[in-house]
């Protein structure tokens, strides 16, 4: 699980409280357990407070409006971006207008992504190779 220092959890449960009309839309439909997958809001990840995350497949998802065109703000979400990355968590950005216009079609995806990245490999390394041709299973 990733977290942050507790002056970024304190400022994400005020920005829980602020949440924007797209991020309040999607929250309605994720609260709903998708596809059986457990979502939270405004979520604090070392100094950053992520829209929405799952921990199950590790994604973080956010919700980009207008402001998210400006040069300065794309750096800053590549600098966020990548300091999950280092902590095996991806980035979905989702625009703000998909969510206002078509959220059944955002929602789909959001739980695409996570379906895919919550599997299982077929072969786990720490159980040993797979058996030779011949031999039985135990």
Not at 19 to 28: G, K, Y
Not at 32 to 43: D, S, Y
Not at 51 to 73: N, P, Q, T
Not at 104 to 132: F, K, Y
Request: aromatic share 6%; hydrophobic share 40%; net charge positive.
């Amino acid at each position: 699980m990733i977290t942050g220092p507790v002056s970024t959890v304190a400022l994400a449960r005020k920005l829980r409280r602020a949440m924007s009309l797209p991020e309040v839309l999607l929250w309605r439909e994720l609260r709903k357990r998708p596809a059986g997958l457990k979502f939270r809001r405004q979520h604090a990840a070392g100094h950053y407070v992520l829209d929405f995350y799952c921990a199950k497949a590790k994604l973080a998802v956010e919700v980009d409006g207008k402001a998210h065109d400006c040069i300065s703000v794309r750096r800053k979400d590549a600098n966020r971006s990548a300091f999950l990355k280092s902590r095996g968590v991806a980035t979905l950005r989702v625009p703000a207008e998909v969510v206002l216009k078509e959220i059944e079609v955002a929602v789909t995806r959001i739980v695409e992504v996570c379906v895919s990245r919550s599997r299982e490999p077929l072969h786990r390394p720490a159980d040993g190779p797979p058996p030779r041709a011949g031999e039985d299973f135990l």
